[in-house]
C-alpha cells in the first residue's frame, strides 16, 4: 500500500496536483501521526515548485535535496525517535530525469533552479522512521 502526502503548500496553490494525504510540514506532530499510522508503506511525497525549466503542471521526479528551510524536524525528538543522526544518503528512490531540489522553506528562492517548501521535512521523518522507498515528486506552479 502507498501513502500519498501532498504539502499543504501544493495543495493550496492553484496548480492541479495527485490526490493524497493533505499534510502542513511544519505540524511536525501531525506528520509524525500520519507517518505512524502508515509505517511499512511505500510514501510518495508531492510539493509545489515554481520553475521556468518546465511547464506549468509538469510533474518533477525528485532525486534529492538541499534543506535549506533553517530546520530539521528530528531536533528535538531524537529519543523518542531512537535517533541521533540520520544518513540521507540514497534516501529517494532515483528516477531518471530527477532533480535536486533546494527545499527553502515558507518563500522559496528564485535563484534556485528547482525550489520548494517543505519537503524535506516529510523526507527526513520518513527516513527516520525507516520507510524503505520514499518518492517524491515537484509539481510546477505559475512560471509567471
Do not use: W
Not at 6 to 32: F, R, Y
Not at 108 to 120: A, G, I, K, R
Amino acid at each position: 500500500m502507498k501513502l500519498t502526502i501532498i504539502t499543504k503548500e501544493l495543495h493550496a496553490s492553484a496548480t492541479k496536483h495527485p490526490t493524497g494525504t493533505i499534510l502542513d510540514p511544519q505540524d511536525i506532530n501531525e506528520c509524525l501521526k500520519t507517518l505512524y499510522a502508515n509505517l511499512g508503506n511505500e510514501i510518495i511525497i508531492y510539493d509545489l515548485v515554481n520553475t521556468k525549466t518546465h511547464k506549468e503542471g509538469k510533474k518533477i521526479p525528485v532525486n534529492d535535496h538541499i534543506n535549506s528551510t533553517g530546520k530539521n524536524p528530528i531536533i528535538g525528538r531524537q529519543k523518542a525517535l531512537g535517533v541521533d543522526f540520520i544518513d540521507m544518503t540514497n534516501t529517494y528512490t532515483q528516477q531518471t530525469g530527477g532533480v535536486t531540489t533546494q527545499c527553502c522553506g515558507a518563500h522559496t528562492n528564485p535563484e534556485h533552479e528547482y525550489p520548494s517548501h517543505f519537503l524535506s521535512n516529510l523526507v527526513i521523518l520518513a527516513k527516520a522512521l525507516n520507510y524503505k522507498k520514499i518518492s517524491a515528486f515537484l509539481i510546477n506552479g505559475h512560471t509567471k
